[in-house]
């Protein structure tokens, strides 16, 4: 439990201040679509931090996995994506902004990763609050090395 | 202050019993003071920003020092202090290692109290540590300061230092605020739990306190944890902000504590989490749903408090709004003796009010800045907004 503390105890500033702008996003932005090939970490830039630096952790080490890319959302500036996750990672063709915060108008939270991969057909999501972020990345990396 | 545009900165007691009703002190509400508002003025101060820093800081603070101003603002993307002398329009920026023999850690706040000494704050790390001569010395470390260990059911906690509970270090003594490692869900929380951490640097002893008041006996998301204070030096007093609260705390030196009512006029009511804990999407449902008070900022130059609430985006959380995430701040100001003077409610989805500091020439507070064609933020451009109390008509 004092893990979850941990993780959380930093998080209340993020709230006051995300989505300032959703009503005034650019429309140059590509739709985002799910391919079933691929497991995707749908990533809220300005969520719960400790859970994003352990998706940020993921994407480095997993950078060039062919079965995983990583969606970066609900962020106020590229700038800031760019800052939170590192210029080499900002680069990877791994990486997808939601610039519009697509994904969040479709209803993903903007407090957690969540993890979405297509099962029979289906596409399922899993959001990996910090109670499951560690047993779920760990099977995460089981099915993407596989 | 008008329009500036500033070059290259930034790149810049224990309340073991609540002993007032809260029912009763809401109803009185209704004949408080309602004497002074907020008003916004078309006055703002604007920083150009370097590649390295974003919009957003958790931890800046305003100083004047001697004859001159500054703004002090933690840059945690490259863990370093950016500081901005108002007169000069100089900048300066000192670089922090997290790791190795002179390693700070990861910097989530900072409490700049002279040129001479400056505290920094790693949350994660535990670590508190005291930066002596700086800008003479290069980085040298002085002290670091170890919270008690992270032993779980003792009375540690995680340090805080974002702009609104950052330490502070009064006559020889550090007062730090923090998270209790105490499962939240138990009745340990609040019985045991110390928030309050208060270090006398000169004998090297520590202390603990509970600052919780009995709403703590009740089950909340972790949101609701982390206290906010500042200290009032003309009365060498803490007053603190205990975000499900509707008193503030008001504590001396001496310890002795008192509180007043301080609530918005908004809320009827801050209701405990009554969902399954170890869910994250109740926890966050939580938050949304419920109004939770925040930073407080002393105003010496009107010996006025403005003490800040976020208020759930009911709007957006019936619609099912995305943008239900963005709380509404409200901005309650309080006299000198801590009794509620005035409320001023801020527009949805304009500002970032932790970010937000006290000058001579009134309250600004970070609002970002719209590029051309409005289709987003300027985001090399840190901007706040003027406001200004003035009497209601």
């Known amino acids: 439990m004092s893990k979850v503390l941990r993780f959380f105890s930093l998080t209340i500033f993020y709230y006051a201040i995300i989505l300032l702008l959703s009503s005034c996003s650019n429309g140059k932005q590509e739709t985002i679509e799910f391919e079933s090939k691929y497991h995707y970490l749908v990533i809220p830039v300005h969520g719960c931090p400790g859970c994003i630096q352990k998706a940020k952790s993921h994407a480095e080490e997993h950078l060039y996995s062919e079965r995983i890319k990583y969606i970066f959302t609900d962020f106020t500036t590229e700038k800031d994506v760019r800052l939170s996750i590192g210029s080499q990672l900002f680069k990877s063709d791994r990486i997808i902004l939601d610039r519009s915060n697509q994904l969040i108008d479709d209803g993903f939270t903007s407090s957690y990763p969540t993890l979405v991969f297509t099962e029979k ?26 | 202050m008008n329009k500036y545009k500033h070059h290259l900165f930034i790149v810049l007691t224990i309340i073991t019993q609540s002993c007032q009703n809260t029912a009763r002190l809401r109803e009185n509400d209704q004949s408080v003071n309602d004497s002074l508002t907020l008003v916004e003025t078309k006055n703002d101060l604007r920083f150009e920003l370097d590649e390295f820093t974003g919009l957003i800081t958790q931890s800046l603070q305003y100083v004047d020092y001697k004859d001159s101003s500054f703004l002090f603002f933690l840059n945690r993307h490259v863990n370093s202090l950016y500081s901005y002398n108002f007169q000069t329009k100089k900048r300066k920026i000192l670089n922090f290692k997290k790791e190795g023999p002179n390693g700070v850690g990861k910097l989530n706040g900072f409490y700049f109290h002279n040129f001479d000494s400056i505290f920094l704050v ?33 009375n540690s906690a995680k340090p805080l230092g974002f702009t609104g509970n950052r330490p502070y270090f009064i006559k020889n003594k550090l007062y730090i605020l923090g998270v209790p490692d105490i499962d939240p869900t138990t009745s340990d929380f609040f019985n045991k739990g110390q928030n309050l951490q208060i270090m006398n640097l000169m004998d090297s002893t520590k202390k603990s306190k509970s600052l919780f008041t009995t709403d703590y006996k009740h089950t909340w998301s972790p949101y609701f944890y982390d206290y906010y204070h500042d200290f009032v030096r003309p009365k060498n007093s803490f007053v603190y902000s205990p975000p499900v609260s509707d008193s503030v705390i008001s504590m001396s030196l001496n310890e002795d504590i008192t509180y007043n009512y301080a609530g918005s006029r908004y809320i009827k009511e801050i209701q405990p989490m009554s969902t399954d804990f170890s869910d994250g999407v109740n926890r966050e449902a939580h938050y949304y749903s419920n109004a939770s008070y925040f930073m407080i900022l002393y105003d010496k130059y009107n010996k006025l408090f403005y003490r800040f609430i976020e208020l759930p985006n009911q709007k957006a959380i019936d619609d099912n709004d995305p943008r239900k995430a963005s709380k509404i701040a409200s901005i309650i100001i309080l006299n000198d003796k801590l009794e509620k003077v005035g409320e001023k409610k801020l527009a949805p989805y304009e500002f970032f009010p932790i970010m937000s500091f006290v000058t001579s020439e009134g ?31």
């Open chain 1, 121 to 146: 057909g289906k596409l399922k999501k899993i959001i990996l609050s910090p109670d499951v972020i560690d047993d779920k990345l760990k099977k995460l990396n089981i099915i993407i090395t596989r």
């Open chain 2, 122 to 154: 790693s949350a994660d790390f535990y670590k508190i540590t005291l930066v002596v001569n700086p800008y003479m010395d290069k980085n040298k470390i002085f002290r670091t300061m170890k919270m008690t260990p992270r032993k779980i059911g003792s």
């Open chain 2, 363 to 393: 309250l600004y507070i970070s609002q970002p800045l719209l590029n051309s064609d409005k289709s987003g933020v300027e985001e090399n451009i840190l901007r706040f907004v003027l406001f200004n109390v003035k009497k209601n008509e």
